[in-house]
Protein backbone atom coordinates (compact mmCIF):
# COMPACT_ATOMS: atom_id res chain seq x y z
CA UNK A 1 0.00 0.00 0.00
CA UNK A 2 1.56 3.62 -0.80
CA UNK A 3 2.11 5.98 1.57
CA UNK A 4 -0.81 8.95 1.41
CA UNK A 5 -0.16 12.28 2.16
CA UNK A 6 -3.41 14.25 2.59
CA UNK A 7 -3.18 18.52 1.99
CA UNK A 8 -5.66 20.85 2.66
CA UNK A 9 -5.97 24.29 1.03
CA UNK A 10 -3.51 22.17 -1.83
CA UNK A 11 -3.78 24.54 -4.58
CA UNK A 12 -2.34 27.34 -2.38
CA UNK A 13 1.56 28.37 -2.53
CA UNK A 14 2.43 26.21 0.75
CA UNK A 15 0.52 23.63 -0.22
CA UNK A 16 1.86 23.49 -3.76
CA UNK A 17 5.44 23.30 -2.41
CA UNK A 18 4.32 20.65 -0.08
CA UNK A 19 3.22 18.80 -2.81
CA UNK A 20 6.29 18.90 -4.74
CA UNK A 21 8.03 17.44 -2.30
CA UNK A 22 6.24 14.92 -0.32
CA UNK A 23 5.27 13.71 -4.05
CA UNK A 24 8.37 12.11 -4.80
CA UNK A 25 7.00 9.95 -1.42
CA UNK A 26 4.03 8.76 -2.36
CA UNK A 27 0.59 9.51 -3.29
CA UNK A 28 -0.54 13.00 -2.79
CA UNK A 29 -4.31 13.96 -1.93
CA UNK A 30 -5.27 17.88 -2.49
CA UNK A 31 -7.93 19.19 -0.96
CA UNK A 32 -9.59 22.84 -1.69
CA UNK A 33 -12.67 24.42 -1.85
CA UNK A 34 -11.94 25.59 -5.31
CA UNK A 35 -12.26 22.48 -8.00
CA UNK A 36 -11.30 24.64 -10.86
CA UNK A 37 -7.74 25.17 -8.78
CA UNK A 38 -7.44 21.84 -7.22
CA UNK A 39 -7.29 20.82 -11.61
CA UNK A 40 -4.67 23.68 -12.39
CA UNK A 41 -2.88 22.52 -9.40
CA UNK A 42 -2.61 18.73 -10.17
CA UNK A 43 -1.89 19.69 -13.89
CA UNK A 44 1.17 22.27 -12.80
CA UNK A 45 3.01 19.27 -10.42
CA UNK A 46 2.30 16.75 -13.50
CA UNK A 47 4.41 19.20 -15.44
CA UNK A 48 7.15 18.53 -12.50
CA UNK A 49 6.98 15.25 -12.78
CA UNK A 50 4.11 14.79 -9.70
CA UNK A 51 1.82 12.48 -11.68
CA UNK A 52 0.55 10.46 -8.30
CA UNK A 53 -1.97 12.98 -7.55
CA UNK A 54 -5.52 12.93 -6.69
CA UNK A 55 -7.50 15.48 -5.86
CA UNK A 56 -11.23 16.65 -3.99
CA UNK A 57 -13.12 19.57 -3.19
CA UNK A 58 -13.71 20.39 0.57
CA UNK A 59 -14.94 22.44 2.94
CA UNK A 60 -12.85 21.87 6.06
CA UNK A 61 -15.45 23.22 7.64
CA UNK A 62 -18.55 20.76 6.96
CA UNK A 63 -17.55 17.72 8.92
CA UNK A 64 -19.63 15.44 6.48
CA UNK A 65 -17.03 16.45 3.71
CA UNK A 66 -14.12 16.82 5.75
CA UNK A 67 -14.89 12.39 6.14
CA UNK A 68 -15.71 11.82 2.54
CA UNK A 69 -12.03 13.32 2.18
CA UNK A 70 -10.56 10.56 4.82
CA UNK A 71 -12.46 7.96 3.15
CA UNK A 72 -10.83 8.90 0.09
CA UNK A 73 -7.52 9.07 1.57
CA UNK A 74 -7.98 5.58 3.53
CA UNK A 75 -9.23 4.12 -0.04
CA UNK A 76 -5.60 5.15 -1.74
CA UNK A 77 -3.11 3.69 1.22
CA UNK A 78 -1.42 4.32 4.60
CA UNK A 79 -1.92 8.26 5.78
CA UNK A 80 1.05 9.01 6.24
CA UNK A 81 0.33 12.50 6.71
CA UNK A 82 -2.30 14.91 7.12
CA UNK A 83 -0.68 18.57 6.13
CA UNK A 84 -2.93 20.97 6.95
CA UNK A 85 -2.59 24.54 5.43
CA UNK A 86 -6.05 25.50 4.64
CA UNK A 87 -6.91 28.80 6.62
CA UNK A 88 -8.06 32.12 6.09
CA UNK A 89 -6.24 35.67 6.70
CA UNK A 90 -7.32 38.77 7.66
CA UNK A 91 -8.62 40.06 4.34
CA UNK A 92 -10.49 37.13 3.18
CA UNK A 93 -13.68 37.01 5.48
CA UNK A 94 -15.57 38.61 8.35
CA UNK A 95 -14.36 37.44 12.20
CA UNK A 96 -16.81 34.95 12.71
CA UNK A 97 -15.75 32.86 8.97
CA UNK A 98 -12.12 33.23 9.76
CA UNK A 99 -12.98 31.55 13.47
CA UNK A 100 -14.73 28.75 11.46
CA UNK A 101 -12.41 27.75 9.21
CA UNK A 102 -8.88 28.44 11.28
CA UNK A 103 -10.61 27.20 14.35
CA UNK A 104 -13.52 25.37 13.74
CA UNK A 105 -11.89 23.50 10.63
CA UNK A 106 -9.04 22.88 12.05
CA UNK A 107 -10.90 20.57 15.21
CA UNK A 108 -12.84 18.81 12.31
CA UNK A 109 -9.88 17.49 10.45
CA UNK A 110 -7.77 16.64 13.59
CA UNK A 111 -11.05 14.90 14.55
CA UNK A 112 -11.65 13.06 11.38
CA UNK A 113 -8.40 11.64 10.65
CA UNK A 114 -6.65 10.56 14.06
CA UNK A 115 -9.71 8.25 13.31
CA UNK A 116 -7.27 7.32 10.17
CA UNK A 117 -4.06 7.88 12.53
CA UNK A 118 -1.57 4.97 12.90
CA UNK A 119 1.91 4.75 14.01
CA UNK A 120 4.65 6.91 12.03
CA UNK A 121 1.36 8.90 10.93
CA UNK A 122 2.21 12.69 11.51
CA UNK A 123 -0.18 16.10 11.22
CA UNK A 124 1.29 19.08 10.38
CA UNK A 125 -0.84 22.20 11.22
CA UNK A 126 -0.19 25.29 9.35
CA UNK A 127 -0.52 28.48 12.13
CA UNK A 128 1.37 31.95 12.08
CA UNK A 129 3.66 33.73 13.62
CA UNK A 130 0.87 36.39 14.16
CA UNK A 131 -0.60 33.43 16.71
CA UNK A 132 2.92 34.43 18.99
CA UNK A 133 1.94 38.10 19.14
CA UNK A 134 -1.02 37.39 21.62
CA UNK A 135 -0.72 36.03 25.15
CA UNK A 136 -1.30 32.20 25.40
CA UNK A 137 -2.69 32.34 28.95
CA UNK A 138 -6.36 34.52 28.55
CA UNK A 139 -10.21 34.49 28.83
CA UNK A 140 -9.82 32.27 25.84
CA UNK A 141 -7.96 29.73 26.13
CA UNK A 142 -9.17 26.55 27.13
CA UNK A 143 -12.23 27.67 24.54
CA UNK A 144 -9.29 27.34 21.61
CA UNK A 145 -8.24 24.34 23.10
CA UNK A 146 -11.76 22.64 22.25
CA UNK A 147 -12.55 23.92 19.10
CA UNK A 148 -15.90 21.29 18.66
CA UNK A 149 -17.21 22.39 21.93
CA UNK A 150 -20.59 24.11 21.63
CA UNK A 151 -20.70 27.94 21.19
CA UNK A 152 -17.35 28.19 20.12
CA UNK A 153 -18.20 30.94 17.37
CA UNK A 154 -20.27 32.75 19.74
CA UNK A 155 -17.62 33.12 22.42
CA UNK A 156 -14.62 34.25 19.84
CA UNK A 157 -16.72 36.41 18.63
CA UNK A 158 -17.38 38.47 21.57
CA UNK A 159 -13.76 38.18 22.74
CA UNK A 160 -12.49 39.14 19.10
CA UNK A 161 -15.55 42.24 19.17
CA UNK A 162 -15.76 41.47 15.41
CA UNK A 163 -12.14 42.33 14.60
CA UNK A 164 -10.70 39.88 11.61
CA UNK A 165 -7.44 40.35 12.66
CA UNK A 166 -8.05 39.72 16.08
CA UNK A 167 -10.11 36.40 15.15
CA UNK A 168 -6.68 35.64 12.74
CA UNK A 169 -3.92 36.09 15.48
CA UNK A 170 -6.36 34.36 18.17
CA UNK A 171 -7.53 31.37 15.59
CA UNK A 172 -4.24 31.04 14.91
CA UNK A 173 -2.78 30.86 18.79
CA UNK A 174 -5.46 28.11 18.75
CA UNK A 175 -4.25 26.02 16.30
CA UNK A 176 -0.51 25.51 18.51
CA UNK A 177 -2.72 25.31 21.76
CA UNK A 178 -5.16 22.29 20.11
CA UNK A 179 -1.49 20.74 18.92
CA UNK A 180 -0.26 20.67 22.28
CA UNK A 181 -3.78 19.56 23.52
CA UNK A 182 -3.87 16.93 20.94
CA UNK A 183 -0.29 15.62 21.31
CA UNK A 184 -1.03 13.13 24.43
CA UNK A 185 -3.74 11.17 22.11
CA UNK A 186 -2.19 10.90 18.88
CA UNK A 187 1.06 9.70 20.67
CA UNK A 188 -1.10 6.95 21.81
CA UNK A 189 -1.74 5.81 18.20
CA UNK A 190 2.12 6.00 17.65
CA UNK A 191 1.40 9.41 15.94
CA UNK A 192 2.70 12.71 16.02
CA UNK A 193 1.50 16.09 15.74
CA UNK A 194 3.18 19.30 15.17
CA UNK A 195 2.44 23.26 14.22
CA UNK A 196 4.41 25.41 12.39
CA UNK A 197 4.05 29.00 12.01
CA UNK A 198 5.24 31.09 9.06
CA UNK A 199 6.45 34.01 8.67
CA UNK A 200 5.92 36.80 5.56
CA UNK A 201 5.66 34.39 3.05
CA UNK A 202 5.62 35.01 -0.75
CA UNK A 203 2.78 33.47 -1.77
CA UNK A 204 -0.65 34.83 -3.22
CA UNK A 205 -2.21 34.97 0.09
CA UNK A 206 1.10 36.58 1.82
CA UNK A 207 1.27 39.28 -1.10
CA UNK A 208 -2.73 40.17 -0.42
CA UNK A 209 -1.96 40.57 3.01
CA UNK A 210 1.08 43.00 2.61
CA UNK A 211 -0.63 44.89 0.15
CA UNK A 212 -3.44 45.89 2.57
CA UNK A 213 -1.94 46.00 6.13
CA UNK A 214 0.85 48.39 6.91
CA UNK A 215 1.38 46.33 10.17
CA UNK A 216 3.26 43.70 7.69
CA UNK A 217 4.99 46.48 6.10
CA UNK A 218 6.62 46.80 9.16
CA UNK A 219 7.16 43.54 10.33
CA UNK A 220 9.28 43.06 7.12
CA UNK A 221 11.05 45.58 7.58
CA UNK A 222 11.87 44.68 10.97
CA UNK A 223 12.69 40.80 9.79
CA UNK A 224 16.23 40.05 10.51
CA UNK A 225 17.11 37.66 7.43
CA UNK A 226 15.46 41.31 5.79
CA UNK A 227 13.51 39.64 3.14
CA UNK A 228 10.36 37.35 2.45
CA UNK A 229 10.51 33.43 3.07
CA UNK A 230 9.66 31.73 0.09
CA UNK A 231 7.16 28.67 -0.16
CA UNK A 232 9.94 26.08 -0.57
CA UNK A 233 11.14 26.89 2.58
CA UNK A 234 7.77 26.24 4.57
CA UNK A 235 7.38 22.91 2.33
CA UNK A 236 11.52 21.88 3.23
CA UNK A 237 10.39 22.15 6.73
CA UNK A 238 7.56 20.72 6.31
CA UNK A 239 9.07 17.88 4.62
CA UNK A 240 11.46 17.47 7.55
CA UNK A 241 8.63 17.14 10.32
CA UNK A 242 7.21 14.45 8.52
CA UNK A 243 10.22 12.33 8.02
CA UNK A 244 11.69 10.05 10.36
CA UNK A 245 14.85 12.39 11.21
CA UNK A 246 12.24 14.21 13.28
CA UNK A 247 10.60 11.22 14.99
CA UNK A 248 10.96 12.84 18.74
CA UNK A 249 9.23 16.16 17.43
CA UNK A 250 5.48 16.41 18.06
CA UNK A 251 3.42 18.50 20.38
CA UNK A 252 4.78 21.52 19.69
CA UNK A 253 5.07 24.74 17.20
CA UNK A 254 7.87 25.48 14.59
CA UNK A 255 8.39 29.35 13.81
CA UNK A 256 9.72 29.48 10.14
CA UNK A 257 9.76 33.11 10.29
CA UNK A 258 13.07 34.58 8.97
CA UNK A 259 13.65 35.97 13.15
CA UNK A 260 10.32 38.15 12.79
CA UNK A 261 8.39 37.28 16.35
CA UNK A 262 11.39 37.46 18.23
CA UNK A 263 13.06 40.68 16.56
CA UNK A 264 9.04 42.18 17.13
CA UNK A 265 9.22 41.01 20.92
CA UNK A 266 12.20 42.94 21.56
CA UNK A 267 11.06 45.70 19.85
CA UNK A 268 7.83 45.77 21.65
CA UNK A 269 9.99 45.47 25.28
CA UNK A 270 11.70 48.29 23.65
CA UNK A 271 9.20 50.72 23.19
CA UNK A 272 7.55 49.69 26.89
CA UNK A 273 9.92 51.03 28.63
Same mark, same amino acid.
Given at each position: ?98 ? /? ?10 ? /? ?12 ? &? +? ?40 ? +? ?5 ? $? ?17 ? +?????? &???? $? ?12 ? $? ?7 ? /? ?5 ? *? ?27 ? $?????? *????
Amino acid at each position: MSNVYVITGGSGGMGKAIAELVGKKGTVLLADVNEERLVQTKEELAAKGITNVHHQTVDITDTKNVKALADKAASLGTLKSIIHTAGLSPTMGNSNRIT /EVNLVGTGIVLD /EFIRRAGPETVAVC &I +SSMSGHFVPKEGPYTEILKNPLDENVLETMEEITQGNPGAAY +SLSKLGV $MLIVEEQAWAWGQKGARIV +SLSPGT &INTP $MGRQEASQQAEMKV $MLENTPLQR /EGKPIEI *ASVVDFLISDAASYITGTDIRVDGGTTAN $MAKLRA *AQNK
